[in-house]
């Protein structure tokens, strides 16, 4: 009499703790070029305490505008060293944008502009309660809204840790 | 990617763990209604949050979940006789009541009190809709009652089903707060599924695969809205509700019910998937039920007399190559529930999360675990008791809206995702 045999499908073999071990462990590169810009002062402030924790490849600068009558922005780095948009987006493959109020709203328009035109992926954190209208905060979000393609509106200082700890920036 | 002490304590849930107490903290679901389906019926034998339990309706009617095992030898109260008011084990006759009290040691003197000193642990098991919901915390801490609008209706209102997934509840979790899959690996059930086709919103799902996201903190948990172009000046929303611990709604399509899900572990590597459906205004029809019934929409179909699919990781989720290559069904896989099973449980029992690379779209997970963190650490160190205990918690919706570009969505959808009696869900 045949003995009857169990083979078990491929997907219950090798979706089993023993398995798992045998995956490629191989130190993960840091996957993005991050650059993080405070849109205003509040902003500024915080990503000046977020820039002394250790990171990969992220950059931290402050956007202000040029001038009246001008889209174009000024960017510094986040000790105020001079930077330049065009170069600090040529080598990004992500941009956060952290604004406390909608005074950088003409910074979140050219820079999310320039990030569309370029390919780069975009993200905005407000700090506050963006939900409530009428709020400093609800106005900064109507101002990130259609340049970030993903937008926290009520964020907190932390969340801006735990978004570039989790790209891995 | 998510640091490995992080992973730990999110995804281990037994007695005495930091995540385990705070599942400890809510009502859940212990099992469906339809498991004890009589007075005196046969008992049936439960993991919860890794502990095993036995759950019985005495011949009064009265629902217990007590420790699986008898206080006298360790013998499986599965095995136990269902008699009048109480669970008598065959091995030597010791009866136990719904709350775990032993009532009767027959080897004792006929006047003994020594079984009023044997108790085993008990939880309350009470029937809200098609669901026993338990409470495994202190009692002393015991919530009000669930609140929550699916169980809430008329029971021909709605259906609710489970099915096991062999993986940690984490991983199952996070797809449902995660909108951007769905564009892809639920694709094919947009055009097919008899739960799902002909609303108008599914058109602007599929004419825009690049949707935007925004996360926003709720009283009980997150809502994660997902924003895709409309008609000129608008913006089409899908907005879906996240109460702690796990509970998850899915927007709407057109006037189908709406549905989601309760995410339970059973123990560290396997988890229970409740999907329900239900239509706040007007009963299911006959044939909404049995496509629900048949495996259509969240649910699965599921091996007779089991709560396992039947397609499984033992059959390799029933592949269908060909299905794939003309993208009947995108991802090869069969139905919505069965799509998402074989993904998360292909990523192992535990996903090691400190290999991940997340893309700013994975931002409603990203805040989704550091809100657990935050309550599970929270209640460990300061007591704090997490949001989504309170029943007022539990009354949203999820909602798909198409509302002018220049409006927030939580601003100009905070009635359409609070549960409103006798006012229709808002759906496009």
Redesign the interface.
């Known amino acids: 009499m045949a003995v009857e045999t169990h083979t078990l499908s491929s997907c219950a073999r090798a979706a089993t703790a023993e398995e798992a071990r045998y995956r490629i462990d191989r130190p993960i590169a840091p996957s993005r070029a991050g650059r993080v810009v405070a849109l205003d002062a509040g902003a500024a402030e915080v990503l000046r305490r977020t820039a002394q924790q250790e990171w990969a490849h992220a950059r931290f600068y402050v956007c202000g505008p040029a001038g009246s009558g001008t889209e174009d922005v000024v960017l510094h780095t986040i000790d105020g060293g001079p930077a330049t948009l065009a170069d600090e987006l040529a080598s990004a493959s992500v941009v956060v944008m952290v604004a406390t109020s909608d005074a950088g709203a003409g910074c979140a328009y050219t820079l999310g502009k320039a990030c569309w035109e370029r390919g780069i992926q975009t993200a905005g954190l407000v700090l506050g309660d963006g939900t409530q209208a009428g709020t400093a905060a609800s106005s900064a979000v109507a101002a990130l809204r259609p340049h970030a393609r993903v937008l926290l509106p009520s964020a907190d200082e932390v969340d801006v840790v735990d978004l570039l700890s989790a790209l891995r920036v | 990617?998510?640091r490995q002490d992080i992973n730990e304590l999110l995804t281990r849930t037994g007695p005495g763990t930091p995540m385990g107490e705070l599942f400890r903290q809510y009502w859940m679901p212990a099992c469906l209604a339809e498991e004890l389906p009589e007075d005196g019926c046969p008992p049936i034998r439960l993991k919860l949050l890794s502990e095993r339990l036995v759950a019985f309706r005495d011949s009064y009617g009265r629902y217990g979940l007590i420790d699986e095992f008898c206080a006298h030898r360790g013998a499986s109260l599965w095995f136990g006789r269902n008699e009048e008011g109480g669970l008598r084990c065959p091995y030597h006759g010791w009866k136990y009541d719904t709350t775990g009290q032993c009532v009767e040691v027959p080897s004792e003197a006929d006047n003994s009190s020594f079984a009023e000193n044997v108790k085993l642990t008990s939880y309350p098991l009470v029937k809200i809709g098609d669901v026993l919901w338990t409470y495994m915390g202190d009692p002393a801490t015991q919530p009000p009652l669930p609140e929550f609008e699916f169980a809430l209706t008329p029971p021909e209102h709605h259906y609710t089903s489970k099915r096991w997934q062999?993986s940690n509840w984490l991983q199952a979790f996070e797809g449902g707060i995660d909108s951007s899959h769905v564009t892809f690996l639920h694709s094919g059930g947009l055009k097919s599924d008899p739960l799902f086709k002909g609303a108008k919103g599914n058109q602007y799902n599929l004419n825009d695969k690049?949707p935007?996201?925004?996360?926003?903190?709720s009283d009980g948990g997150l809502f994660v809205g997902a924003r895709r172009n409309a008609e000129e000046g608008s913006y089409y929303w899908r907005i879906t509700p996240w109460v702690m611990p796990s509970f998850t709604m899915v927007p709407p399509r057109g006037d189908h019910p709406i549905h989601g899900h309760f995410w339970i572990p059973i123990d560290d590597?396997n988890c229970w998937a409740y999907s329900f459906d239900y239509h706040p205004m007007r009963p299911l029809t006959e044939a909404e039920r049995q496509a629900m019934i048949d495996g259509h929409g969240v649910h699965s179909k599921n091996i007779p007399g089991t709560y396992r699919p039947e397609a499984n990781?033992?059959?390799?989720?029933l592949m269908n190559r060909e299905k794939q290559r003309t993208g009947e069904w995108y991802s090869g896989v069969e139905g919505i529930a069965i799509q998402d099973s074989?993904l998360q449980?292909?990523?192992?029992?535990?996903v090691?999360r400190t290999?991940?690379?997340?893309?700013?779209?994975?931002?409603g997970i990203?805040?989704a675990r550091?809100k657990l963190y935050r309550a599970a650490v929270g209640l460990r160190d300061k007591g704090v008791t997490p949001p989504g205990v309170d029943p007022a918690h539990h009354h949203v919706r999820s909602a798909a809206v198409v509302l002018p570009?220049?409006e927030?969505f939580?601003?100009a959808a905070r009635d359409d995702v609070r549960v409103r009696p006798g006012v229709p869900i808002s759906s496009v």
Do not use: H, T
């Open positions: 990617m998510l062999q690049k935007f996201f925004e996360v926003a903190d590597e990781m033992d059959n390799d989720y074989s449980e292909s990523m192992g029992p535990i090691d290999k991940e690379r997340l893309v700013p779209a994975d931002s990203i805040k550091q570009q220049k927030a939580l601003d």
